[in-house]
């Protein structure tokens, strides 16, 4: 309930807030039409988004929200939140793991889930918690059911989270199917924390948005920028050194292999209750629970938690001092998202201290014609931050990036009737064939831990819990010594893998004949 300038949260658990309002905010809640939010992390952006979303609802005699995400470890997060906002009924979720967030739930029996992942595979709950690729494949015809989907698209708001997060081929395919959205006229509202004017640009080039910008937040100074010329590795008795002060820290490097090789080298120094590891190349079980456990960190000091840029939009946690290496300048901002956040001056307490990177990976490799992470280096300086200057940034780094549209639009026309199937448009619930939202570049997997096999394989609806993505040329390199398919499990076979694997490290592979385990996956 929105009324002069407060918004009532109408909680799940019953307990209510009223909330005072940024003027960014309420802008928001006035909005009639598809517009572009430009907020820092931490302020409010989701309770903004939802604000102009109901108004829209209201004006346009839409029904539903569908809130797409990068990624499922982000989508999970915001059915938690959302849940709490509008109440668990009216809040569904779907990815291709969703299911399992139902299986936990002991009051829910099996003819249940399957009649309510329906209801969530076609949006047809008034709330919708989905991923970008999910949303476009319901444009394309990308399955069975997307018919459906499409008609409560038609009733819907959209709202685009993060989107300048994406690669630039799926940018790309977000970019035709707002073109779509325009001719069918369905409202939708694209959010960031750091938004490149290049983005604004090729948005306005599809239709004309309302611009709602957090001008103070975007002015406040929560962390001072400090470049070091040194690997990170060279960093550690600093980390330490801090830690003993009761100091809260977080590390962001940009392979797993360099995130498990600190973690090692911290193991002897930091008691394991205080130290924790995180990227993405868990099981969906070992990584649902480490989330919990350092979302469980509020409060607590001191601690250290090392990562991949899977914190960057996956966790909702704040730290005194980041240590990270460098990467595209957008994701300094993204990760300075998890520095003293929400808060409004540095109090010359709160550092980001950025290390020079061994490559360039996964960001940037020989090929690319564009280094986007030396042109980073160029620009960023050594400087109290402000989000107003991470923009400035952004925009000097990608001022030549030129978008062209993919081939979005001519499947959708092709798909309206008859057209494609969906085994034309799409391979499995993660690649893509005629319609390949994500690219091929770095090629993954699923694979089962044998450790895990052996306890789960009679329990066929608990296997994908245990499914790792891995890069799939460690299948062609280890082949038949570490790799082998299961029996027929309700017409399937899993590849199981014998490498050695713990939910505290992932994969404890020492040496993987030179190449980076870590360079595909983050």
């Not at 329906?118 to 989905?130: C, G, L, N, R, S």
């Not at 069918?184 to 750091?194: D, F, Q």
């Not at 082998?484 to 490498?499: F, M, V």
């Amino acid at each position: 309930l929105f009324c002069s300038g407060k918004i009532s949260m109408f909680r799940s658990d019953g307990k209510n807030k009223i909330l005072d309002l940024y003027e960014f905010q309420r802008a928001l809640a006035k909005i009639e039409d598809s517009a572009i939010i430009s907020a820092p992390c931490g302020r409010g952006k989701t309770e903004g988004a939802l604000l102009g979303a109901l108004n829209i609802i209201k004006l346009k005699n839409k029904n539903k929200i569908i809130f797409a995400l990068p990624t499922q470890i982000t989508s999970n997060a915001m059915y938690k939140r959302l849940k709490n906002i509008f109440g668990s009924n009216n809040v569904g979720i779907y990815h291709g793991m969703s299911r399992y967030l139902h299986y936990d739930a002991n009051d829910v029996g099996e003819e249940d889930i399957k009649s309510l992942i329906f209801d969530e595979k076609v949006f047809d709950k008034p709330v919708t918690i989905t991923t970008i690729d999910h949303l476009i494949y319901s444009l394309a015809h990308g399955y069975k059911q997307a018919d459906f989907a499409l008609g409560n698209i038609l009733n819907s708001v959209i709202i685009f989270d993060e989107i300048h997060y994406y690669e630039n081929h799926t940018l790309r395919y977000i970019l035709d199917s707002l073109r779509i959205l325009r001719e069918l006229k369905i409202p939708y509202i694209a959010m960031s924390g750091t938004l490149p004017s290049f983005i604004v640009g090729e948005l306005n080039k599809i239709q004309s948005h309302t611009l709602i910008e957090d001008i103070e937040g975007l002015s406040l100074k929560p962390f001072i920028i400090e470049k070091r010329p040194k690997s990170i590795f060279e960093g550690m008795d600093e980390i330490e050194k801090i830690y003993k002060k009761e100091t809260n820290q977080i590390i962001i490097v940009n392979t797993i292999r360099r995130a498990k090789d600190l973690y090692y080298l911290l193991k002897d120094a930091i008691p394991k209750d205080n130290l924790f590891l995180l990227h993405s190349q868990f099981t969906f079980k070992d990584r649902s629970k480490k989330e919990k456990e350092i979302n469980g960190l509020r409060g607590k000091r001191p601690w250290i938690l090392v990562s991949t840029q899977a914190i960057e939009i996956s966790v909702d946690i704040s730290c005194d001092i980041m240590h990270t290496e460098l990467a595209p300048v957008d994701a300094i901002g993204q990760r300075g998202g998890r520095l003293n956040r929400g808060g409004k001056n540095h109090n010359n307490e709160h550092f980001m201290y950025i290390y020079q990177p061994k490559d360039h990976l996964p960001y940037s490799t020989d090929s690319d014609k564009i280094d986007i992470v030396e042109k980073s280096n160029q620009v960023i300086e050594d400087s109290p931050i402000t989000y107003a200057i991470i923009k400035e940034w952004c925009d000097m780094v990608y001022s030549d990036i030129k978008l062209r549209p993919q081939n979005l639009v001519n499947v959708f026309m092709k798909c309206i009737l008859f057209g494609y199937s969906p085994k034309e448009i799409r391979y499995s619930e993660d690649e893509g064939n005629l319609v390949e939202v994500r690219t091929k570049r770095n090629i993954t997997i699923d694979v089962i831990p044998e450790i895990y096999w052996l306890c789960v394989k009679d329990n066929p609806k608990e296997l994908d819990k245990y499914k790792v993505k891995i890069p799939k040329w460690w299948y062609a390199h280890y082949g038949r010594d570490y790799f082998y398919l299961s029996e027929l499990i309700y017409n399937r076979k899993y590849i199981i893998t014998t490498l050695p694997y713990s939910p505290e490290i992932g994969f404890e592979i020492e040496d993987l004949n030179g190449r980076s385990d870590s360079c595909i996956m983050t």
